[in-house]
T-cell receptor, first 113, second 115 residues
Framework: DVKVTQSSRYLVKRTGEKVFLECVQD?????MFWYRQDPGLGLRLIYF???????EKGDIPEGYSVSREKKERFSLILESASTNQTSMYLC????????????FGDGTRLSIL | AQSVTQLGSHVSVSEGALVLLRCNYS??????LFWYVQYPNQGLQLLLK??????LVKGINGFEAEFKKSETSFHLTKPSAHMSDAAEYFC?????????????FGAGTRLAVHP
């Protein structure tokens, strides 16, 4: 089974801090994704990566950046955390290909105080 | 542009009753469609997917969904609800984006099952 592991289940940070969320997958997947999940809005794509050192903006990239130095690891960075970034963050991965389903981690619930 | 609409943010059924969760999509290309389930404090788990083969797709835990092109729908059903089915369900469509594909999710439907 595919395993997508997010480093923290719960995280509390203060406004203005630089925050790192880490995600690791163990199936040699080419594609990795970061979403945020908010009630009534479903999942919204922040960034995705289709290869090492490659990244593409999703639908809501403002205030975020990402890093993919190794194939198995995809990091989401909040450069200067703000309270409106309090949310559930979900990482996903998938093999390359046009119709492959995404495999999700358990999520990180991030609170910015 | 691709989009997904899930009708009803909350659905409540009795144990043993039929479950029907509605999903309508818009897509400029033949769609790939997915249903995911999210149990409390967990990530999303794939229930089933439609990839232009059979229009009736069977998934895990007794769920199935029927693709109806004329209605642009992909509703999720289960004949008999179980207490363990209580969760949030997301419908999603795969959308082309600058040479790559990304998932567009609906807002989700929270299913409650009562005795």
């Amino acid at each position: 089974d595919v395993k997508v592991t997010q480093s923290s289940r719960y995280l509390v940070k203060r406004t203005g801090e630089k925050v790192f969320l880490e995600c690791v997958q163990d199936m040699d997947h080419e594609n990795m994704f970061w979403y945020r999940q908010d009630p009534g809005l479903g999942l919204r794509l922040i960034y995705f990566s289709y290869d090492v050192k490659m990244k593409e903006k999703g639908d809501i990239p403002e205030g975020y950046s990402v890093s993919r130095e190794k194939k198995e690891r995809f990091s989401l960075i909040l450069e200067s955390a703000s309270t409106n970034q309090t949310s559930m963050y979900l990482c996903a991965s998938t093999r390359g290909g046009s119709n492959q389903p995404q495999h999700f981690g358990d999520g990180t619930r991030l609170s910015i105080l | 542009a691709q989009s997904v609409t899930q009708l009803g943010s909350h659905v409540s059924v009795s144990e043993g009753a039929l479950v029907l969760l509605r999903c309508n999509y818009s897509s400029s290309v033949p769609p790939y469609l997915f249903w995911y389930v999210q149990y409390p404090n967990q990530g999303l788990q794939l229930l089933l997917k439609y990839t232009s083969a059979a229009t009736l797709v069977k998934g895990i835990n007794g769920f199935e969904a029927e693709f109806k092109k004329s209605e642009t729908s992909f509703h999720l059903t289960k004949p008999s609800a179980h207490m363990s089915d209580a969760a949030e369900y997301f419908c999603a469509v795969l959308a082309p984006s600058g040479g790559y594909n990304k998932l567009i999710f609906g807002a989700g439907t929270r299913l409650a099952v009562h005795p």
